[in-house]
């Protein structure tokens, strides 16, 4: 379902709170870097973030020059979530290890680590950090102080909405150091109400007639508290102990006013109204020795997740001011328990016969219990069950990966890399399908690193990949906001990609970069919309494999200080060029990737920084994308440029007072829907439904105090 008008996405990694110092100023990585490693790593010290008076780590990391923050692929309550621990890397690591969770998102993560424990911040090559990052061009470790004593950050906010509404939400953190332990707990509301107000018109492409206006209300309650805690015992290099929960009752409610005005007949109320109710709680920890001139890790990690959502569409005979009875509608609940239980074990040594070496083990037990009940509501109230394809299913998966990574340094400025993993999994599906796999996959990978003179860096690499299947896409859902029923496959198999990647990056006026990314990926069986038609002949658009997917894309980063015009002033640009192509299941004809695949994106940010004040706006855009599902085109777009804006004023050293402007363009975002009946391979009848929404200008204050000081020795570290 779709719980919020998006008009733009943006993503950042997941990691948690808990790791700390263990050397003089700050801690080292886990284990000794290989040879060459500075000549690889930029550095920017605490003093380089001063002009942007940071309060957070989050507020350091968005202020690194040309580094984007990675989300990797473990949002926690996400159904589409990578399962295991491997493949859900970000690009962000802190003391040079990776955390391990996977239900803690980075910005909430980083905005809970007091800015004065960052000692500074390294900006590398992944390969230094492991196997999990190998391939990524940039990775930033966060360095922390190993300063005993207590800090802690407290930020407020509230938001007013066109409509008179004020979201309010507070979140806070406290983080104590004693010795070698570090203990951390965190909390917080959660709260993000969001309205808006649109339109929708559904026409008769065959006649050009206007059908039906609806006019819509729509409002928007997530509501995500949390409590979080971690500790941390790190009693020198490859002798840590690090533990981390997290529990998160999540909640989404959405009321939606519709007005209907048919061509012919009276005008009608109806209503959409969505209860979900999705609690995650997770517990994960890791140990980490020497072992043999090198270092052995376990990490293990459980997740559980239930979700418990109803969505009732109501309708009625005619106004509701004028006490209208209900004369339909349509109801749905989904019941379901998803857990994850991850163990994993690793070796890794800085020199192998002048190797680098990583292996490792990885085994994942995971299951989802789903049950779907969906019913067409008669004028008297009663409920008829719909019956779908696949409604009540089991899926079980036992997951196990091996991994073998080594790299060689083969000059202070030249390093490669490679390795292989190799997957297998044995996959079940019963209840109300029957199905039963064991898959098995090598994933190679290589990569060639270099950072040549007068400050260029390069990167080559090549790797076989292979997605996972979404446990979800094995049982039928409806979706009552487009009246729409999305089948089941359980014969779907998971698309597999050779990705080739190449990077090149210099700096740009002083502390500035300009970066350019070049990719090219191949994939077979690539998962999108098929036709699916069950046993009693009824037809549904479902996920399926198309056969062979091509993509190619060029992302240019420009990160840029302005000073000679303007001192504190910084421009950022990020805008990506690209094509995807595969073959339609239905017109056979080349076309586009289903989903946010757009053909163009940017953003661009610009702002000053002048002594207790910074100002400044964000512009971002991106081309319109398409769900080609069997029944509809579906194509999402922005009618104009997203802008946001601020205005930040600090009073004093741990104080800072923010005023926001969201979409200060009062831009609307749109969604373009082509609905052929039954479906297009055998159309009866086409119809546009054309949605237009707006969320207004909306204006919110935050405040961010910091408390304590303790960590606030600072090393001085160049930048290179």
């Known amino acids: 379902m779709t719980r919020t008008l998006l008009l733009a996405t943006a993503g950042m990694a997941a990691l948690t709170l808990g790791t700390s110092a263990t050397a003089q100023n700050a801690a080292p990585a886990p284990a000794a870097q290989p040879s060459g490693q500075a000549a690889r790593t930029t550095t920017y010290d605490a003093a380089f973030f001063a002009q942007y008076a940071p309060r957070t780590a989050l507020d350091i990391a968005q202020h690194v020059p040309g580094f984007t923050l990675d989300l990797g692929n473990s949002q926690a309550g996400n159904g589409n979530d990578v399962r295991g621990f491997a493949g859900t890397a970000g690009n962000v690591v802190i003391n040079g290890a990776r955390p391990s969770t996977k239900a803690e998102a980075l910005d909430t993560t980083l905005s809970r680590i007091p800015a004065q424990r960052v000692v500074r911040v390294e900006v590398s090559p992944g390969d230094l950090y492991g196997s999990d990052y190998a391939g990524k061009s940039q990775v930033l470790n966060v360095v922390m102080s190993d300063q005993g004593g207590f800090d802690a950050n407290i930020t407020a906010s509230a938001k007013r909405w066109f409509t008179g509404y004020v979201n309010t939400d507070i979140q806070g953190s406290a983080v104590w150091r004693r010795g070698s332990n570090t203990f951390n707990i965190a909390g917080g509301t959660g709260r993000n109400r969001q309205v808006e107000e649109g339109t929708d018109d559904l026409t008769d492409l065959a006649t050009a007639a206007l059908i039906e206006h609806r006019r819509k ?83 293990a990690l459980a997740t559980r997740r239930k979700r418990d959502d109803t969505d009732r569409y109501i309708q009625r005979a005619g106004l509701i001011e004028d006490n209208a009875p209900v004369n339909g509608g349509f109801e749905q609940s989904v019941h379901a328990q998803r857990n994850e239980t991850i163990g994993r074990l690793s070796w890794t040594k800085s020199n192998v016969l002048g190797f680098s070496f990583e292996a490792g083990a990885e085994a994942a037990y995971n299951t989802l219990d789903d049950k779907v009940d969906l019913f067409a509501i008669d004028q008297t109230g009663g409920k008829v069950r719909i019956p779908l394809p696949i409604a009540n299913a089991k899926v079980s998966e036992k997951r196990g990966e091996v991994y073998l990574n080594v790299g060689r340094t083969l000059s202070p400025s030249v390093r490669i890399d490679g390795g292989v993993n190799y997957e297998f999994s044995n996959l079940k599906v019963t209840g109300d399908a029957q199905a039963q796999r064991t898959l098995k996959f090598l994933k190679p990978n290589l990569t060639l690193d270099w950072k040549a003179g007068g400050g260029w860096h390069t990167q080559f690499s090549i790797r076989r990949t292979v997605a996972q299947l979404n446990f979800y896409d094995f049982i039928s859902i409806g979706d009552l906001s487009t009246k729409r029923v999305t089948g089941s496959n359980a014969d779907l198999v998971p ?61 240019l980063t420009l990160d840029v200080p302005l000073d000679r015009l303007w001192k504190g002033l910084r421009a950022k640009f990020n805008g990506t060029l690209q094509r995807t192509r595969v073959d339609d299941p239905i017109s056979g004809n080349p076309r586009n990737w289903s989903g946010f695949w757009p053909t163009w994106q940017y953003d661009f940010s610009i702002r000053r920084d002048a002594g207790p004040w910074s100002y400044g706006a964000e512009f971002f855009d991106n081309k319109r994308i398409t769900f080609y599902r069997t029944d509809e085109f579906d194509t999402n777009m922005n009618r104009g440029v997203f802008m946001t804006s601020f205005v930040e004023y600090r009073p004093n050293s741990k104080l800072a007072i923010n005023f926001s402007i969201d979409n200060a363009l009062s831009t609307h975002a749109a969604r373009d829907r082509i609905l052929f009946r039954p479906n297009r391979a055998t159309p009866t009848s086409t119809f546009e439904e054309f949605r237009d929404r707006n969320r207004h200008r909306s204006f919110q204050i935050t405040l961010k105090q910091s408390f304590g000081g303790s960590g606030g020795t600072k090393v001085a570290s160049k930048g290179q």
């Open 495 to 555: 698309q597999r990609t050779w990705e080739f990647r190449s990077t090149i990056e210099h700096p740009l006026l002083g502390d500035g970069l300009f970066k350019l990314d070049l990719g090219y990926d191949l994939v077979s069986e690539l998962q999108d919309q098929i036709l699916i038609v069950d046993d009693q002949g009824n037809t549904f658009s479902g996920p399926g494999n198309l056969g062979t997917g091509k993509r190619s894309f060029a992302t």
């Open 217 to 299: 209300h729509n409002s928007y309650f997530n509501k995500d508290p949390f409590l979080a805690g971690a500790w941390a015992n790190e009693t020198g290099p490859n002798k840590t102990i690090h533990v981390n929960a997290r529990w998160q009752p999540s909640s989404f409610d959405l009321f939606q006013d519709n007005r209907v005005t048919p061509a012919t007949g009276a005008q009608h109320d109806d209503n959409l109204i969505q209860r979900y109710r999705d609690p995650v709680i997770e517990l994960g920890g890791d140990v980490t020795r020497p072992l043999s001139g090198g270092a052995i890790k376990f990490v």
